[in-house]
């Protein structure tokens, strides 16, 4: 029965990886993978070498450290907050609406951030007009602001997402510990944060480690769809993954868009051990392995 899902994991995954040695060659399109001229560390050489290197590592690190511990907060108070609605109906109505910015295209995320940014009708410039009487903000123009943007987007996109999967994982909990409570006179915040939130805590933990396993990884379409590409963001905007776009688009450099791939899948695989272990020291039953 597995093996249909071995072949596709290999042929998937597996396969593709002989194309990490571009990392380790001067590439060029005539002699092709194998006849390309061997260069060593060069890619990595050059790629560090760069105030790039700093920046997209630094970006890339710092947004999802804080998109993690964000997600988390809001979609496990989402999820405790959906387990109190007890009409079955009003309940899946705010599932379904909470799970809706997740399927959503993240072209469409961009030009809905677009509507509301926009410096000459956007809707965010002209309440600060009217309400403030304040000159509007070119939002596009402006990196400072870029953080924040990307964090609430993401959040908005994420979190309802996130408290489905948390919210599954409580209503499986025995009904019998919250009767016991109740009838103890434990109040509904006791009842959270001394039945619930333990409870779900292998949950927690493994949907942490997970996210911290992509942790040098970042969502493409965030950073670079919805900013629109523009080049006064980038250096609030660029990541690891937007910079190896970029490179293979502007600058066609296979080799060294490649090594930054490689040091990202190399960096993430032994955060993914750390973590594991740390875990694993903690709670030897919460660790995937």
């Given amino acids: 029965m597995t093996v249909p899902g071995i072949i596709y994991l290999f042929i998937n995954n597996y396969i593709p990886m002989y194309g990490v040695i571009l990392a380790f060659k001067d590439y060029n399109y ?32 710092l947004y999802n450290t804080v998109f993690i511990l964000l997600n988390l907060i809001l979609s ?31 072209v469409v995320v961009a030009y809905l951030v677009f509507s509301f940014l926009n410096a000459e009708n956007g809707l965010v410039n002209r309440l600060l007009f009217k309400w403030f009487s304040m000159d509007g903000i070119s939002w596009y123009g402006e990196p400072k602001y870029w953080p924040y943007v990307l964090v609430i987007v993401n959040a908005w996109k994420n979190a309802g997402y996130l408290s489905i999967i948390y919210f599954a994982s409580i209503i499986g909990i025995d009904k019998e510990y919250y009767e016991a409570a109740t009838i103890d006179g434990a109040s509904k915040w006791k009842q959270m944060t001394r039945i619930t939130i333990p409870l779900i805590m292998p ?10 396993s992509t942790i040098l990884r970042s969502d493409f379409g965030l950073f670079y769809q919805v900013p629109m590409n523009t080049g006064a963001l980038i ?7 937007t910079f190896v776009y970029r490179a293979m688009l502007q600058s066609g450099d296979i080799g060294m868009s490649t090594a930054a791939g490689f040091y990202q899948s190399v960096i ?12 694993r020291r903690i709670n030897k039953q919460s660790a995937l392995f």
């Fill in 203 to 212: 949950v927690i933990v493994t949907m942490t480690l997970l996210a911290v």
């Fill in 76 to 106: 496990v108070l989402i999820a405790l907050l959906i387990n109190e609605i007890k009409d079955k109906v009003i309940s899946r109505f705010y599932q379904s609406t909470f799970l809706l910015p997740h399927i959503i295209s993240m």
């Fill in 268 to 279: 993430c695989f032994f955060l993914i051990l750390i973590a594991n272990a740390a875990v």
């Fill in 30 to 61: 005539v002699d092709g993978i194998w006849g390309s001229a061997w260069s060593g560390l060069d890619n990595f050489k050059f790629l560090f070498n760069t105030e790039d290197a700093y920046i997209i590592t630094r970006n890339t690190l």
């Fill in 235 to 241: 250096p609030t905007t660029q990541t690891i993954d």
